[in-house]
Every structure is written in structure tokens, then in C-alpha cells.
């Protein structure tokens, strides 16, 4: 049973516009939560995070918020470029383990020149 | 180079025979872990390692051996492969400070593709 899950495989947007990329949780004990971006034939690496003691949080175009009454988080990308198509995983840990990551299935976001 | 490799990059083997996929890490994290990403699953844990002699299991271990002698390194050994561990690996690593595992630190190796023929 997937704890963390991103239901929609794929989104295309164009240049400029805003990405929402959405995350749904079923885990009440996941306390933290990352987005890592993956290119092909590479690594994932770290985007951004979010503790469950905050409901929004920044980092330059990026902005995750947190609604944890429904268990959902979204990445926000504003103004998407192309450099950022690529495929994101939305993760999430709990204090009890904490050095485990649950990973969501990923979406591939496809920005548009 | 600092960072986190991973060798082979790519390996085909058959169904029975031993194989094992090198990580290796210069930042000395004292963390290290093994994925494997497959479609329809996104990435699975299979084993970690909190330091040197210490590993515990992911939610997907059976099939897997792994050790740590040294900081630096975390092979991952399927001991009889099957045509189901046909996947990618990613290796990673993670920091300590403060006797806490920093959780944005998790740095992924370039993964390798192991099909089991």
C-alpha cells in the first residue's frame, strides 16, 4: 500500500506559466517532506523541504506548501523554464525513523518553450 | 573527484550468478543507502547504513546482502540474481551532525542498470 502518492504520471506546461505538481500522503507520522528532481541517467538530487510545523515554505521559484488536515503537499515552480523538465519525486519521513525516505512514484513535468 | 560514484554504471548478468554494485563516497558521510527504482514504484530503500559495521533493512531486502568496513564505501551484493532485481540502483549518502541524520542531505549517486537476463 503506497504511503505517498503522486497520482498524476505526467504534466506539460509552457515557459513561463506555473507548475503545480501535487502529493498526497497516508502516513499521520510522516513529519518532514522533500521534493528531489530527477534528470534521465542521473541521480536524484534535493530541491526543497517542509516540516509538518510549517504550511509553506520558499526557495526562489520553488515553493512547497503543506496542508496537513488533508494530507497533501504541492511544489509550486513559478515562472517554469525548460531546464526544469525533468521528473520530481515527492518523499516524506517520520520522526521515528527519520533517516527513511518513502518515495512517491514520481511525475514527469514537461515545460514547453 | 569528491562526491558519490557508483560502478558498474551498467551490468547484464544471468539469473543465478552473484553480482555486486560498488558505491563509494568522499565527503564521509556517515550515512549511506541503497535504492532501486522501478517503474510503478518510484524509488524503494533495501538496506542502509548509519556507520561503519552498522546496516539495517529498507522495505525491500530480500535478495540483498551489504556490508561497510570502510566510511567511504557500501557494496550491494545480490548473492543469486533474479530476473525481478532487473532495475536501477542509486546509491546515496547522508550527513550526522548533532547526533541527527540532516535529512535534506541525502546526495544520489548516477545509478546503475542492472538487467537480469
Known amino acids: 500500500d503506497q504511503q505517498v502518492k503522486q497520482n498524476s504520471p505526467s504534466l506539460s506546461v509552457q515557459e513561463g506559466r506555473i507548475s503545480i505538481l501535487n502529493c498526497d500522503y497516508t502516513n499521520s507520522m510522516f513529519d518532514y517532506f522533500l521534493w528531489y528532481k530527477k534528470y534521465p541517467a542521473e541521480g536524484p538530487t534535493f530541491l526543497i523541504s517542509i516540516s509538518s510545523i510549517k504550511d509553506k515554505n520558499e526557495d526562489g521559484r520553488f515553493t512547497v506548501f503543506l496542508n496537513k488536515s488533508a494530507k497533501h503537499l504541492s511544489l509550486h515552480i513559478v515562472p517554469s523554464q525548460p531546464g526544469d523538465s525533468a521528473v520530481y519525486f515527492c518523499a516524506a519521513a517520520s520522526s521515528g525513523g527519520s533517516e527513511k525516505l518513502v518515495f512517491g512514484k514520481g511525475m514527469k513535468l514537461t515545460v514547453n518553450p | 573527484d569528491a562526491g558519490i560514484t557508483q560502478s558498474p554504471r551498467y551490468k547484464i548478468t544471468e539469473t543465478g550468478r552473484q553480482v555486486t554494485l560498488m558505491c563509494h563516497q568522499t565527503?564521509?558521510?556517515?550515512?549511506m543507502f541503497w535504492y532501486r527504482q522501478d517503474l510503478g514504484h518510484g524509488l524503494r530503500l533495501i538496506y542502509y547504513s548509519a556507520a561503519a559495521d552498522i546496516t539495517d533493512k529498507g522495505e525491500v531486502p530480500d535478495g540483498y546482502v551489504v556490508s561497510r568496513s570502510k566510511t567511504e564505501n557500501f557494496p550491494l551484493t545480490l548473492e543469486s540474481a533474479t530476473r525481478s532485481q532487473t532495475s536501477v540502483y542509486f546509491c546515496?549518502?547522508?550527513?550526522?551532525?548533532?547526533?541527527?541524520?540532516?535529512?535534506?542531505?541525502?546526495?544520489f549517486g548516477p545509478g546503475t542498470r542492472l538487467t537480469v537476463l
Open positions: 565527503w564521509s558521510h556517515s550515512y
Open positions: 546515496a549518502s547522508g550527513r550526522l551532525a548533532g547526533g541527527e541524520f540532516q535529512r535534506d542531505t541525502q546526495y
